[in-house]
């Protein structure tokens, strides 16, 4: 187990580093599901993009990464209210429907398990 739990880190890593870096590669599409109530659109694009290739990196620093994954559950939540802009206006991004409201639950299995490296590996008796 604590070989899949190593494996799954450096996945969630790399998923975070590269969703961040694609705030900077393509902000134009996280700017459109910023919601209009949140202030400072392009500045929370940058900042949210910064978190993310940051606490991806620092998932991989054994001494941080609980902190990190507590870090990356906060910052899942915390983006949630795009995910559910998006859904609201299905417009911004073609897709079907079922897309759209897929993303909304797979948020949460993000927050597991990212969650789950909050855990400390077991141990072997």
Known sequence: MKRIKLI??????IFMIGAGTMHFV?????????????PLHKELVLV???????LGALLLIPR???LAAWGIVALLIAVFPANIYLFQN???MPASPLVHFLRLPLQGVFVLWAY????PAEKRS
């Open 64 to 66: 941080s990464s609980h």
């Open 8 to 13: 799954s880190k450096y996945l969630l890593a």
């Open 90 to 92: 299905q417009d911004l």
């Open 116 to 119: 789950w490296h909050t855990r």
């Open 48 to 54: 949210s993009g910064v978190c993310e290739v940051l």
């Open 26 to 38: 393509n902000p134009e599409f996280f700017l459109k599901i910023v919601p209009p109530y949140l």
